[in-house]
């Protein structure tokens, strides 16, 4: 990885003298830094919370490989760090450390060098392959649900390559709407016949016309994609790749954990130090309902009622009316449970993350409908039961933790098979469970209902005609 042999033993011994230096002298009058944001911690952590001034370490059980290890090098990081938040109860920190997802170099005391090499958001797509992606961690499994890194590059949500193919086609810069081109190149060695097998990396050449180069600078760099920084404003903070949806953000980009070295005023830092699969429709929202393009004018129009063009709504507005009026922008359309749920309520992991092939555009890879959980005049929505104990639906119940999910337990399925393991069968009903809130709701049938649907207009906008909820 980053650190050789010959340069561990260097700073190894350079950083175990500087540490016995440390504790040997107390009496020092000249401070080190880490003692400074230990008084700063133990000072801010509540009223007559004292500890030790000390040095902490960590002796991880798994080596820069992910794999288990007998002889794991001493991180001295959280001697900084101290008060920051364990990233996730599936990466305990007694058997991670920092250094497996941060690289770094964990013995140093020295702000300059324990930082050497330092990923600072292990969850960026350029350099994820050394960290969540690497082998045995979240890419390189037999089953291939467990390689997200292949999935997320792949997504839509990374390569953009319908959008860039839709902009080429009206322009004329290509004869149909297949995609050729990512916002990030991709290869799916496996396609299905209704995917792409290679997307190459877009960028504007001698060739390209004028409209493309006003379509990157106002589009796709415009802060949407996985593998772009996000615009620096509020409701718009968030990190990039597997950090954009797994680690939440407050809509002022400030952090309001433990940690003394980060900053709690500057925006722009995660709301915690942690990693989470319930998340919230605010987080997929620091992208999404944000504004619209205009594919005439090649620019875009932010939504009139937040920032940046609205100031944000007061912190002492009721969450029910904030939820109501954040959701989705002026012009959206709505049903009630299209903005009490959350989006990873009704849309899937492989929606969000993408599932490992290059679909051309959103319109194939998006299908949970509204009849998969409400069904039709004449069909009761799909349901299966939970027959496998290595089904996805348990593994996600299970990370989770506001719902739970048992064998034998009978829930919906999407037309892709996925089984949504929160909204269940009880009695010939179905109830749902909120997957950030787990709050319960009994799902409405539309058979036996008064609705008046016509059989062939399933999609949403048929249904908003008759049921849209007013702001
Ligand atoms: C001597 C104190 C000190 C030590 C030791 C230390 N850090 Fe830091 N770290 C800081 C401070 C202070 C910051 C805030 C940013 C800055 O001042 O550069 C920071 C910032 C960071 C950041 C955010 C960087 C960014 O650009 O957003 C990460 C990630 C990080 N540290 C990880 C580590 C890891 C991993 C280790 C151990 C290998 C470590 N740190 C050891 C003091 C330290
Ligand atoms: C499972 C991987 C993982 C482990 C283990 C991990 N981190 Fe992180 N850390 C992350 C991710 C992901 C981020 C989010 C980066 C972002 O939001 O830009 C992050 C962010 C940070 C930040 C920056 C927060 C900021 O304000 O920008 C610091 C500091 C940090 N980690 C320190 C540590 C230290 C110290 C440890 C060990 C005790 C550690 N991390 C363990 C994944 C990890
Ligand atoms: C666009 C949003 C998004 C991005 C980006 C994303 N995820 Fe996910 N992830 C999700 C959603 C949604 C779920 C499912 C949550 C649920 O329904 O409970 C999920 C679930 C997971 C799970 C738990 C389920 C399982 O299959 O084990 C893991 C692990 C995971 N993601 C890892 C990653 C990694 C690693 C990356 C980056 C390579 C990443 N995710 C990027 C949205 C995202
Ligand atoms: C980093 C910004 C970003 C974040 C965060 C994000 N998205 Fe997206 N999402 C996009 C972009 C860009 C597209 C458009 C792809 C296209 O038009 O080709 C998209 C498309 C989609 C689609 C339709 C296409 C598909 O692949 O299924 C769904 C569904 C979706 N997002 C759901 C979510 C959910 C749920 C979350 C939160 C868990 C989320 N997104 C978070 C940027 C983001
Ligand atoms: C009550 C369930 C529900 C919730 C909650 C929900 N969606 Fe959807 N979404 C759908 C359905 C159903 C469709 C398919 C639309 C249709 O049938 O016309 C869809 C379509 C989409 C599309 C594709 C639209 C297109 O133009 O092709 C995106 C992107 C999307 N949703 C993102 C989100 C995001 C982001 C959130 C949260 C902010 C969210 N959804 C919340 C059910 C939901
Ligand atoms: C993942 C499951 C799920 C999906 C997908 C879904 N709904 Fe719902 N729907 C619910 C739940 C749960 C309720 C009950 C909400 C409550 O009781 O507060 C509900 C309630 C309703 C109601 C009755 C409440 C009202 O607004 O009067 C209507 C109508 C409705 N949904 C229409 C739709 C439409 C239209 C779509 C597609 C855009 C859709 N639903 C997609 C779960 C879903
Ligand atoms: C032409 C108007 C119309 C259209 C279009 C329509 N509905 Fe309805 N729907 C109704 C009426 C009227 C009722 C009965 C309302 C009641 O009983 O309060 C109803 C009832 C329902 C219910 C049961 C609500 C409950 O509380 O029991 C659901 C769920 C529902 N519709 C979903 C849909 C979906 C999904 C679509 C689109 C595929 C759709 N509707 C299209 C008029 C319509």
């Given at each position: 990885m980053i650190m050789t042999t010959r340069h561990a033993a260097i700073f190894l011994s350079a950083s175990l003298l500087l540490a016995l230096a440390a504790m040997l002298m107390p009496w020092s009058p000249v401070e080190q830094e880490w003692q400074g944001y230990q008084r700063t911690y133990f000072a801010s952590a509540g009223t007559g919370v004292g500890g030790e001034i000390?040095?902490?370490?960590?002796?991880?059980?798994?080596?820069?490989?992910?794999?288990?290890?007998?002889?794991?090098?001493?991180?001295?990081?959280?001697?900084?760090?101290?008060?920051?938040?364990?990233?996730?109860?599936?990466?305990?920190?007694?058997?991670?450390?920092?250094?497996?997802?941060?690289?770094?170099?964990?013995?140093?005391?020295?702000?300059?060098?324990?930082?050497?090499?330092?990923?600072?958001?292990p969850g960026d797509l350029s350099t994820a392959p050394e960290s969540c992606g690497q082998s045995g961690c979240h890419a390189g499994h037999p089953d291939p649900s467990r390689n997200h890194l292949e999935q997320v590059t792949r997504s839509l949500q990374a390569t953009y390559a319908g959008g860039i193919a839709l902009v080429r086609y009206t322009f004329g810069a290509q004869k149909d709407l297949a995609p050729a081109y990512g916002v990030i190149g991709a290869?799916?060695?496996?396609?299905?016949?209704?995917?792409?097998?290679?997307?190459?990396?877009?960028?504007?050449?001698?060739?390209?016309?004028?409209?493309?180069?006003?379509?990157?600078?106002?589009?796709?760099?415009?802060?949407?994609?996985?593998?772009e920084p996000a615009a620096k404003q509020p409701y718009r903070y968030r990190a990039t790749g597997c950090a954009a949806?797994?680690?939440?953000?407050?809509?002022?980009?400030?952090?309001?954990?433990?940690?003394?070295?980060?900053?709690?005023?500057?925006?722009?830092?995660?709301?915690?130090?942690?990693?989470?699969?319930?998340?919230?429709?605010?987080?997929?929202?620091?992208?999404?309902?944000?504004?619209?393009?205009?594919?005439?004018?090649?620019?875009?129009?932010?939504?009139?009622?937040?920032?940046?063009?609205?100031?944000?709504?007061?912190?002492?507005?009721?969450?029910e009316g904030r939820r109501l009026r954040e959701y989705y922008q002026p012009i959206g359309q709505f049903t009630k449970c299209e903005w009490e749920l959350d989006c990873i309520d009704c849309h899937t992991q492989a929606e969000a993350m993408g599932d490992g092939h290059l679909w051309p555009d959103q319109k194939s890879m998006q299908y949970v409908q509204c009849r998969t959980c409400h069904g039709?005049?004449?069909?009761?929505?799909?349901?299966?039961?939970?027959?496998?104990?290595?089904?996805?639906?348990?593994?996600?119940?299970?990370?989770?933790?506001?719902?739970?999910?048992?064998?034998?337990?009978?829930?919906?399925?999407?037309?892709?098979?996925?089984?949504?393991?929160?909204?269940?069968?009880?009695?010939?009903?179905?109830?749902q469970f909120g997957k950030v809130d787990g709050r319960e709701y009994a799902v409405p049938p539309v058979q036996g209902s008064q609705c008046q649907q016509q059989p062939n207009q399933q999609e949403s906008r048929y249904c908003h005609q008759c049921h849209t909820y007013e702001r």
């Open positions: 000390a040095v902490r370490q960590v002796i991880p059980r798994l080596g820069p490989d992910g794999q288990p290890t007998a002889k794991a090098a001493p991180e001295l990081c959280l001697t900084c760090h101290i008060g920051l938040e364990e990233i996730s109860p599936s990466h305990p920190v007694e058997t991670f450390g920092c250094v497996i997802c941060h690289a770094g170099l964990g013995l140093a005391l020295d702000k300059e060098q324990a930082h050497t090499g330092l990923l600072a958001n290869v799916d060695p496996q396609p299905l016949s209704q995917t792409m097998p290679a997307l190459a990396v877009y960028t504007i050449t001698q060739s390209s016309l004028p409209p493309e180069g006003q379509f990157v600078q106002n589009c796709l760099d415009g802060g949407c994609h996985l593998t949806c797994h680690i939440l953000y407050n809509d002022d980009g400030r952090y309001t954990g433990a940690d003394p070295t980060i900053s709690r005023d500057e925006p722009g830092h995660p709301a915690r130090h942690q990693l989470t699969t319930a998340i919230p429709f605010s987080q997929c929202n620091h992208c999404h309902n944000r504004g619209n393009y205009s594919l005439r004018s090649m620019a875009f129009t932010p939504r009139p009622d937040l920032p940046p063009v609205s100031a944000p709504i007061p912190a002492t507005m009721p969450a039709t005049l004449t069909e009761a929505p799909a349901t299966a039961t939970i027959t496998d104990p290595d089904d996805p639906a348990l593994r996600l119940a299970r990370l989770n933790g506001h719902y739970s999910l048992q064998m034998g337990d009978g829930v919906v399925v999407t037309e892709r098979g996925e089984k949504l393991g929160s909204v269940q069968r009880r009695d010939g009903r179905l109830v």
